[in-house]
Nanobody, 124 residues
Framework: QVQLVESGGGLVQAGGSLRLSCAAS????????MGWFRQAPGKEREFVAA????????DYVDSVKGRFTISRDNAKNTVYLQMNSLLPEDTAVYYC?????????????????WGQGTQVTVSS
C-alpha cells in the first residue's frame, strides 16, 4: 500500500477556489492511478476525478467537469485537485486514493490506499 496525506481543504464562499494536495509515499508513485472521491453528510462516497499514471489521462464526474482539474507531479509524488467556481453542493470530505490499475477507473473498490480526508465547506 501507499500512504496518502491530503491538505488544502477549508471554508470558501460560493464561486471561490481551493486546491487540494495529496502527498504519497511508500510505493512507486508514478505507476499508480490516482483519484479523488468525496462524501457529503448523509450521502454515499462518490467519485470526483481520476488521473492515470502514463500518459496522464483524466476522468471527471459530470457535476465537476469544467470546474475541477486533477493533475499530478510525479517528481513530488503529489496529486492535486484544483477546484474553481465552487458550489455549496461541493461541500464534503474529500479523499485521495491510489490504484495499481493501469487504466482509469471510477470504482472505489479498485483503489487500495486512501487518505484520511480533508473537509471542504462552501458557503452560499
Amino acid at each position: 500500500q501507499v500512504q496518502l496525506v491530503e491538505s488544502g481543504g477549508g471554508l470558501v464562499q460560493a464561486g471561490g477556489s481551493l486546491r487540494l494536495s495529496c502527498a504519497a509515499s511508500g510505493r512507486t508513485f508514478w505507476m499508480l492511478a490516482m483519484g479523488w472521491f468525496r462524501q457529503a453528510p448523509g450521502k454515499e462516497r462518490e467519485f470526483v476525478a481520476a488521473i492515470s499514471w502514463y500518459p496522464s489521462s483524466t476522468d471527471y464526474v459530470d457535476s465537476v467537469k469544467g470546474r475541477f482539474t486533477i493533475s499530478r507531479d510525479n517528481a513530488k509524488n503529489t496529486v492535486y485537485l484544483q477546484m474553481n467556481s465552487l458550489l455549496p453542493e461541493d461541500t464534503a470530505v474529500y479523499y485521495c486514493a491510489a490504484s495499481p490499475r493501469a487504466t482509469l477507473t471510477r470504482a472505489s473498490a479498485d483503489f487500495d490506499s486512501w487518505g484520511q480526508g480533508t473537509q471542504v465547506t462552501v458557503s452560499s
